[in-house]
């Protein structure tokens, strides 16, 4: 085999492999917000996102990492997480393209209660990302709680478009 | 090193990153049953079986991707989706060998309901699939509600098997 | 190019894809303690720890793969699966070095009862593992329940240390 034909296969290998680490780097950063937010670390949660990162959701419309970590300081969260609460989100379906990558998937809020835990919220979400000199980040995280309503069903429905 | 060294070394990796990514796709394939079937989106649920595939249930026994869909159109089904659902697997354990694959894990579904959510159902899941022309799909889903009788512990099991 | 700069791209790529397969194989370390629990199967429970592997919660400190399966005979796990039980972790994140890891996240344990399911338990987790002869081991897990308590976010905050 010559050097071209090694080049080539190397190098295609390369872009497989670094395609993989992308989706274990974007699983990580879906991962890390629930242990950032239910700690009340609100410097780790804002940190997921990008300068120009949104999240955004029935709740609220937060422009910028400044905006996420109010809100994990803000009263509303505190009082969750002093009755103890989990942001799990479910495994998602990850499409990278490039230095773009968007998820699509479920997420739960699980609260602690006088008489065990309710499921609190039960969500559909569309995260986006982009790859920066830091690795990747949420470009913007949208999300919707699944109650019957036509919000939801939008977000998921992106899957199959 | 000689040529046949590299060859050999080269091509080991290629079949261990295409073991990799047999995984991702085996992930994507079960992780966008709920996205369709939550949207109601039949032909999306249905194009995830093969042409023999077979989704077995307590509540149903359904033979090829044309029954998936009916049964995702169905008056019960689209109850569920008017009250709010979300169909969520758990992550589970694949074992891959060569052009066939086997998940074993859980799965759940949260229904919206006037106060909140419920865990509506909580199942054992067992996944078969097969590498076909236009990528990984369904053979067989074997789903047995968890609720102290015999048939979920036995799909469970056979990951020890 | 030449032999030495083959070589060194050849290497790292497969140590890159080798972190890759660590990754799998811890998750599905991780993801098998359910279907071994929940079957009331003691020596698969016991045999994904290390022989000097800890399983330390609120509810007992066991030492030893032994332990660990005398804890799955016992009463109270027998009661729970008779009940129904799926003992369900999240997509953790992990942080491979060599050949030792650790895992942050969450788990969920729920129940079947008369009324359907119970969330019955939600707990924060540190998994850590190390590469044994015959493949990754649990050295110890340590899971606390998340109730408003300090224990579950102090596990939670170390994926930020």
Not at 25 to 35: D, E, K, T, Y
Not at 81 to 103: C, L, M, N, W, Y
Not at 108 to 120: A, L, M, N, Q, S
């Amino acid at each position: 085999m010559d050097d071209t034909a090694w080049q080539e296969r190397l190098a295609a290998l390369e872009n497989r492999v670094r395609q993989l680490e992308d989706e274990v780097a974007i699983h990580r950063l879906i991962n890390s917000w629930g242990p950032a937010v239910d700690t009340g670390n609100a410097e780790a949660a804002a940190a997921l996102f990008a300068e120009d990162g949104i999240l955004e959701s029935d709740l609220s419309y937060l422009i910028g990492p400044a905006a996420v970590g109010a809100m994990v300081r803000g009263e509303g969260h505190q009082s969750l997480i002093r009755d103890g609460s989990a942001h799990i989100p479910a495994f998602p379906v990850i499409q990278i393209s490039g230095d773009e990558a968007t998820a699509i998937g479920y997420s739960r809020v699980y609260r602690h209660t006088d008489d065990g835990y309710e499921v609190w919220r039960v969500s559909a979400n569309r995260w986006q990302f982009r790859r920066t000199g830091e690795g990747w980040r949420m470009t913007r995280r949208t999300n919707h709680v699944i109650d019957g309503g036509r919000a939801a069903p939008r977000i998921l429905g992106q899957l199959f478009e």
